[in-house]
């Protein structure tokens, strides 16, 4: 069997289901990733899910970068 799929192995084949049920997808500034939570106000990207090669230059979403679930207030 061939799978032709952008998700890693390990998402697909899971061994650990505990480890990946905390991940989640979220949606910033209209781009989708795939995190998981580090505390109630801060979370760690896992992956860029995301066809524009550009989206993977930018250092703010890298894997293993660390986002704040805050809202921006702008001002």
Do not use: W
Not at 54 to 74: M, R, T, V, W
């Amino acid at each position: 069997m061939i799978l032709y799929t952008t998700m890693p192995s390990e998402l697909i084949f899971q061994e650990n289901h505990q480890s990946c049920s905390k991940q989640t997808i979220i949606e910033v500034n209209g781009l989708s990733l795939l995190v998981e939570p580090v505390s109630h106000e801060e979370c760690r990207v896992i992956q860029v899910l995301s066809t524009n090669p550009y989206d993977f230059l930018n250092d703010a979403i890298q894997p293993g970068s660390l986002l704040s679930l805050k809202p921006q207030i702008e001002k």
